[in-house]
Every structure is written in C-alpha cells, then in structure tokens.
C-alpha cells in the first residue's frame, strides 16, 4: 500500500521524460538519403528526418562527431518542410576509402536527440596518367588561350565550369607549371580559370577526369594555337604588338617620297599633308622604349590582374625596358621569362 502511494506522490520530474526530438535517416521511394557506395574524391549528400513534438524546427542545432573519410562541407542543411516534420539534407566530401558518417546530434534548447553514424562504401579510382584528379557529373572548356612564354615553353590558360565537382582539386600532371588564377568552388556548380606552362613541343593539351554519371573517364582536348607572343591576358589586355614593323617604316618612307615630287610638281598645300603624317609615324616609331627601374623581390606576375600568380621574384634592382603597359602593371622581360610587375613595385627614386 505504502509503494502505490508513493508512485502517485512522486514528482513529474522524477518520472520518465518524454522524448521531443525524433532523429532518423530519411528514406522514400525517390531518394536514398544515405548513398550506397560513393566514389573517393566524391560530393554526396544524406537527409536526415526531424520531428520536433514542440514544432520548434526553427530552433533546430546540429553537433557532428566522430566519423572517418567524409569531410562536411557545411553545417547549415538544405532544408524541406514535410508536414509536422522537416527534412535536413548536409553534404559531404568522400576523402578515404573507409567512410564512416559522423553521429549527428540535434537539439532544441535542452533537448536533443543523436543519429548514429553508418558506414558508407568508398570506392577508390584506379586513374591513368593524364587523370586530372577531379570527378565531376560534367566539365566544360569554355574559353583557352594559349601564349608563348618563353623560348622552350608556352603557357595555356582556359577557364572551365563543372557539375557536382571539388575543383580544387584539378590538377595537371607534366605541367612545368601550373595554378589557379580564380576559382569559385561550389558543389551543385564551380569554375576555375586555369593556366599551364608546358613545352612548346605538344599542340594539344590533353587531360582526363571521372564522369559520375556515366561512371567512366572522360578525355579533355584543348588545341594549343600560339596566337600572340608575349604573356598577356585572357582578354588581350596588351595593345597589338607591331609585328611588321620594318615594312611599315619602309611604306611610310615610300609614301613621303612621292609625296615630295608631287608637291614639286604641282605645287599643291594639301600634298603636304601627306608628307607630314608618315613623317609624325616614323617619329613615333622612333621613339626609345620605356624603361623602368624595378625593386629587389619584385614578384613577376603571369597576368596583369588581381591575385595573379608569382612565378619569379626579382633578386635585385635593376632596368628594364618595358614591352606592354595596362592599368597598374608594366610587362618586361627577366632572365628570358615574359611576366608583369606592378606598378608599386617600380622604384621612386
């Protein structure tokens, strides 16, 4: 008699508490919210299924711990209202061959639920030696440029946009040099502006990388054509260099010629413009380069713009005649490499 009493006189908070978060893996006949198998080096996604008994999915937190070979790319999910309940869908990066998910806790306030962790199998490639080293739904070339850089290299930039891939990680293999000029890294979308210092020998830049839909590589080639023959930009910031100069001169010269013996023959004013014009070219033409004095460290940039790539640095002060001049940046050449430095980099004195 004395135990019954007792169990109606004990306090509500001592008795079992209710549970408010109810946490599972999402699942339905259209999507899987935990994928099978994913390939290494692989974007993938899982959903996870909350029900709040106080409505307050607003005030949804998300704790990850533990976990092996999946690296998550935000903790803020992507979300969709389902009725009373919401479904929270993160994204994550394969990086080994054993995936095990991180347990994921939410909570509200005080009250929290955990999700343990499942493993995932992770599939590694076995790539051939032009694999660039992305996995991508699709990757385009959109536009390529290719320059002379020097007298055994030419330098190849392109810009590119992909599909459900980590562009981060592209990577040419034989390049003598190679880099990013920007990128924008996004999972549903990414583009990258690329450039490559390879030997003037190929005429083709060829490359492969993983298609996750057809779940085969594909193989890249992009044409080399040399069009200039300096380093400039992708969008030939750099005036026209006068590749024919001798015969301009020389035209110029022809032109003032006659000119002379027309006005001695017919004594006209208006010839004598004609006389005056290819005589103002050829001054011009005559004119001494530009040269600069640059600082000691100086970088020597591929391109003149922001955030473009050191590839040399100037061990000591020194003159040099400039080829190219845009906004902020002087094009030179340094021990038979083209490049640019900037403007603030020119000495004051």
């Not at 959109?142 to 930039?157: E, G, L, P, S, W």
């Not at 902020?328 to 004195?349: A, F, H, L, P, R």
Request: aromatic residues 10%; glycine residues 4%; hydrophobic residues 40%.
């Amino acid at each position: 008699m004395t135990l019954l009493v007792a169990a109606f006189l004990t306090p509500a908070s001592l008795q079992a508490k209710q549970q408010v978060i109810y946490l599972s893996y999402h699942d339905d006949t259209d999507k899987k919210s935990i994928p099978e198998r994913v390939f290494n080096g692989e974007y993938f996604s899982i959903t996870v299924k909350a029900l709040s008994t106080i409505r307050q999915h607003d005030k949804l937190q998300y704790r990850f711990k533990g976990g092996r070979g999946a690296t998550l790319q935000s903790r803020l999910p992507q979300r969709k209202d389902e009725g009373s309940y919401v479904l929270d869908t993160f994204y994550f990066l394969a990086t080994s061959n054993t995936l095990i998910l991180p347990d994921i806790t939410a909570s509200i306030g005080n009250e929290q639920s955990t999700l343990q962790g499942e493993k995932i199998e992770s599939v590694s490639l076995n790539p051939d030696n032009r694999f660039a080293g992305i996995l991508a739904d699709r990757f385009d070339v959109i536009t390529v440029d290719a320059k002379k850089y020097d007298n055994q290299h030419n330098i190849i930039t392109f810009d590119a946009e992909a599909k459900h891939c980590n562009i981060n990680a592209f990577k040419l293999r034989g390049a003598n040099e190679q880099g990013f000029e920007s990128v924008k890294s996004g999972i549903t979308t990414s583009s990258m502006t690329y450039y490559a210092v390879i030997p003037k020998k190929f005429e083709t830049l060829e490359f492969t990388y993983f298609d996750l839909v057809n779940e085969r590589y594909m193989k890249v080639k992009i044409p080399i054509e040399v069009i200039d023959d300096s380093v400039s930009t992708q969008s030939d910031l750099k005036p026209t260099e006068n590749k024919n100069y001798v015969i301009k001169i020389a035209a110029a010269g022809i032109v003032i010629v006659l000119a002379l013996i027309l006005l001695i023959v017919y004594r006209k004013w208006w010839i004598t413009l004609f006389i005056v014009a290819p005589g103002i070219y050829i001054a011009l033409q005559a004119t001494p380069a530009e040269n600069i004095c640059v600082n000691a460290d100086a970088p020597l940039y591929l391109l003149p713009i922001e955030n473009a790539t050191v590839f040399e640095t100037l061990l000591s002060e020194g003159m040099f005649e400039v080829k190219h001049s845009v906004e902020g940046y002087k094009q030179i050449t340094y021990e038979n490499k083209i490049g640019w430095v900037s403007e603030d980099d020119i000495c004051t004195d």
